[in-house]
């Protein structure tokens, strides 16, 4: 007997037909609108798989309702939408996509370096709206980027692929992380700083550490006061990692240059957040990863998680220790 999964979103045809080939699924189907709570807490109760994204919070009191559960496929790299502690004691593997995103998401983390820093959005709303009357020689002038100094603040394979295209550049990079990278270092010619020194030599400083409760709100108040007036913050992480109300003030106030995000703390954000408001805040809809080639990969190594796990065996990427 097939066993049955859950599939809380609309995934690629190719990885859908992946799972058909061995499951009995059920989906939600509605495009673009995440399944509702009750919805699945429903379908949580009897299915023994669930392929969910990371619009689905996935908590204790959820994890509570599911009786036959023995894997979360997660179709991104992050987790921080599962309660993984809850999912282990129950016993529930957890999984999620690594390393098949890294160059588009750095590709993306660059984009948006570049756009903030040179004012692209900006500068095209200012040729689209008719303001564009004359050439001026300080008109819409921007930040440079080569030769700069960049700061990346968690180097794991991202930060590493983003201080790659630093190096096309003639960047000087400086990182900051749990540890130091001998490797990286010396392959990369980058170095080591603490996060102090960092954020106040960086021109451009990129989040792209993971969520976690101690980085939570890691770049608050105190650490905008540290960087430089003319520095652009790039965040392609999570949203709250970077206090929101924190960075308006000091985007507002001149305190640093501009800012480049990816990521919100709630999402989707409102058209009115805040930040928004900003002409110096190029935001974009957590598009990071999306790229076709990518988000149909990262679909299909879901899809192959999910089946691992049904079949006992130990997926590629499980983020919990479990007894399988």
Known sequence: MKPTVYITRKIPEEALEIIQASCEVKMWDKEDTPVPRDILKKEIQDVEGIYCL????????????????????NMAVGYNNIDVEAASEKGIMVTNTPGILTETTADLTFALLMAASRRLI??????????????????????DIYGATLGIIGLGRIGEAVARRANGFGMNVLYNGRSRKMRAEEELDISFADKETLLRESDFVCVLTPYRPETVNLINESELALMKSSAVLVNTSRGGIVNEDALYDAL?????????????KTEPASPDHPLLTLPNVVALPHIGSASKHTRLNMA?????????????????????????
């Open 252 to 264: 507002k106030n001149g305190e640093i240059w501009a800012a480049g995000l990816d990521v919100f």
């Open 54 to 73: 990371l619009t689905e919070n996935i908590d204790a009191e959820l994890l509570s309702e599911a009786n036959n559960l023995k894997i979360i496929s």
């Open 300 to 324: 299909k190594m879901a899809a192959d998680h999910l089946l691992q796990g049904l079949n006992d065996e130990v997926p590629a990427h499980l983020v919990n220790e479990v007894r399988v």
């Open 122 to 143: 900006e500068s095209s709303d200012y040729l689209r709206e008719g303001k564009w009357k004359t050439w001026s020689p300080m008109l819409l002038t921007g930040q």
